[in-house]
């Protein structure tokens, strides 16, 4: 029996279902503005198997996770409908005029994404079932990719309820007093880790559930934990 807190996500492992892809081309429609951060991970949301997640993802179309994993970085969230005419965009200049940039852009991962199924827990240092079993399915640790689920807790808070803070801060959805309550409302749609020579970050894009039902993924929320 699982826990009753745990969550099913998925978790990039070699031989699991191909659901997208790493880097890529930035294909959008043209309403979409330009992005000034790198493209990391495209899912394409009909491949995704309905049990891998609790999500109320859309059934089709793709979803590219833009970001930059630097301390102040920035990300969101494009969803590209099934039917969308779309143009490719060109890359952010920087990726191939600023040195730093280019190098942190280099780093990042490529290739396919592919989901197993594994159970993700608020508070996965705890010792029990479900948080060992997570810890087997990350696997490498530079190849850590995560869809759904709580995601990495780190200083007391899961990554939702960080994002639930910061769009309060924000005003994005109004002032909230509880922050239990923007945990609950609130879920982690993907985690990254990037890895680099002598530090990384991992970054977080979550949305509140309502606007996760409405498609409304403009009001996503990005995190990112930096570790120099």
């Not at 745990?6 to 990039?12: E, K, N, S």
């Not at 869809?147 to 801060?169: C, H, I, K, N, Q």
Request: net charge negative; aromatic share 10%; hydrophobic share 40%.
């Amino acid at each position: 029996m699982h826990d009753p807190l745990a969550r099913p996500c998925g978790v990039h492992r070699e031989g699991g279902q191909r659901v997208g892809h790493f880097g890529g081309p930035i294909m959008v429609p043209d309403e979409v503005d330009e992005r000034w951060f790198p493209l990391v991970a495209t899912i394409d949301c009909a491949a995704v198997p309905p049990e891998t997640t609790d999500l109320a993802l859309p059934p089709d179309g793709l979803l590219l996770f833009f970001s930059y994993p630097e301390e102040d970085g920035m990300g969101d969230v494009v969803h590209v409908p099934l039917d969308a005419v779309v143009r490719e965009r060109p890359l952010h200049p920087d990726i191939t005029h600023d040195e730093d940039f280019a190098e942190i852009f280099q780093e990042m991962q490529r290739g396919e994404i592919h989901l197993v199924p594994a159970l993700s827990l608020p508070f996965p240092g705890e010792t029990n079932d479900a948080a060992e079993a997570l810890a087997r399915q990350w696997g490498d640790p530079a190849s850590r990719f995560l869809l759904g689920g709580y995601g990495t807790e780190f200083d007391g808070r899961t990554p939702a309820e960080w994002a639930a803070e910061v769009a309060a801060w924000q005003a994005k959805e109004g002032p909230r007093s509880d922050r239990a309550t923007d945990g609950e409302h609130w879920v982690l749609l993907a985690e990254l880790n990037i890895y680099r020579p002598g530090g990384g970050a991992t970054m977080f894009w979550a949305i509140h559930r309502d606007d996760l039902a409405a498609r409304r993924f403009e009001r996503a929320q990005f995190v990112v934990d930096w570790n120099p």
